[in-house]
């Protein structure tokens, strides 16, 4: 899907924003969509076609736990349903030449022979971040002495917050930045951009709240540098205080399913 082009406008003290970017003026928060689904006005890019997560309406006979906002999550369905997982042609991931939570440069070719976990986070994590945070935890501790050879990747898709120190921060608030196979990659805007660009990742930024909302999609590389799968991390956002929110047990599923298809890609460079 093409983005219509708009004329840009302006923040006060944002960085200077490529014309690509649109502000939405939302009469409240931004409105983001489960499964990815942005509003009509995108920066240039082509989405994905991405399953979403299947519902507990749509899973017939599934249990269902209760997330704390009192919805249903659902947990029964077949993992890759759960996931919205889409097999890819095994194509050359796109490249990525950015700069981590450390301060070091690192590229995609660099990580060649371990598989990549490709995910995307805007620096503020104030949405579905945490929730998928929680998940990545889970997924290294269930690799164990696999995990290094699996990288967890993130790209900031905040454009307004690009800075290294922004990026070490949200890590540390994740749990993740002790992890020695974590890196939270950003780097000037120019380059973030190409890079969303690449991953079909679409960047919406509210002209009212300066809230972030992105294409929720994370990709699995295997270790020849192949694009091999792609999935779609959920939640619910609550109405009252604006956060996205997932039970305990759909979280636990979403992570094991991670660690699970990273463990196939590395045992056979094959998609499950």
Same mark, same amino acid.
């Given at each position: 899907?093409?983005?219509?082009?708009?004329?840009?406008?302006?923040? $006060?003290?944002?960085?200077?924003?490529p014309r690509?970017?649109?502000?939405w003026?939302?009469?409240?928060?931004?409105?983001?969509?489960?499964?990815?689904?942005?509003?009509?006005?995108?920066?240039?890019?082509?989405?994905?076609?991405?399953?979403?997560?299947a519902?507990?309406?749509?899973t017939?006979?599934?249990?269902?736990?209760?997330g704390?906002?009192?919805?249903?999550?659902?947990?029964?369905?077949?993992?890759?349903?759960?996931?919205?997982?889409?097999?890819?042609? $095994?194509?050359?991931? $796109?490249?990525?030449?950015?700069?981590?939570?450390?301060?070091?440069?690192?590229?995609?070719?660099?990580?060649?022979? +371990?598989?990549?976990?490709?995910?995307?986070?805007?620096?503020?994590?104030?949405?579905?971040?945490?929730?998928?945070?929680?998940?990545?935890?889970?997924?290294?501790?269930?690799?164990?002495?696999?995990?290094?050879?699996?990288?967890?990747?993130?790209?900031?898709?905040?454009?307004?917050v690009?800075?290294?120190?922004?990026?070490?921060?949200?890590?540390?608030?994740?749990?993740?930045?002790? +992890?020695?196979?974590?890196?939270?990659?950003?780097?000037?805007?120019?380059?973030?951009?190409?890079?969303?660009?690449?991953?079909?990742?679409?960047?919406?930024?509210? +002209?009212?709240?300066?809230?972030?909302?992105?294409?929720?999609?994370a990709?699995?590389?295997?270790?020849?540098?192949?694009?091999?799968?792609?999935?779609?991390?959920?939640?619910?956002?609550?109405r009252?205080?604006?956060?996205?929110?997932?039970?305990?047990?759909?979280?636990?599923?979403?992570?094991?399913?991670?660690?699970?298809?990273?463990?196939?890609?590395?045992a056979?460079?094959?998609?499950?």
């Open positions: 899907m093409t983005a219509e082009q708009v004329d840009e406008l302006g923040l $006060p003290s944002a960085p200077r924003i690509r970017f649109v502000y003026a939302v009469a409240g928060a931004v409105v983001l969509a489960v499964g990815g689904t942005l509003g009509d006005h995108l920066i240039d890019g082509h989405v994905p076609a991405l399953r979403p997560a519902s507990a309406s749509s017939s006979g599934s249990a269902a736990s209760t704390s906002d009192g919805r249903f999550a659902p947990i029964a369905a077949p993992l890759g349903r759960f996931m919205g997982l889409t097999r890819t042609a $095994p194509t050359p991931a $796109p490249g990525i030449s950015l700069t981590d939570q450390r301060g070091a440069e690192v590229s995609l070719a660099s990580l060649r022979h +371990k598989v990549v976990v490709l995910s995307f986070f805007d620096a503020a994590c104030d949405d579905i971040c945490p929730v998928l945070g929680r998940e990545l935890n889970i997924a290294d501790a269930a690799l164990a002495a696999r995990a290094d050879r699996v990288e967890l990747v993130a790209v900031n898709t905040d454009p307004l690009t800075s290294v120190a922004e990026v070490a921060a949200t890590s540390r608030r994740l749990g993740l930045a002790a +992890k020695a196979n974590w890196l939270f990659l950003t780097g000037p805007l120019s380059a973030l951009d190409a890079v969303w660009t690449r991953y079909g990742v679409t960047v919406v930024v509210s +002209k009212t709240s300066r809230r972030i909302a992105h294409t929720e999609v990709y699995l590389i295997d270790p020849a540098g192949r694009e091999r799968l792609s999935i779609t991390p959920f939640a619910d956002e609550q009252a205080s604006g956060r996205s929110v997932l039970s305990a047990q759909s979280e636990r599923r979403f992570g094991l399913g991670i660690a699970h298809y990273a463990r196939a890609l590395l056979s460079g094959d998609a499950p």
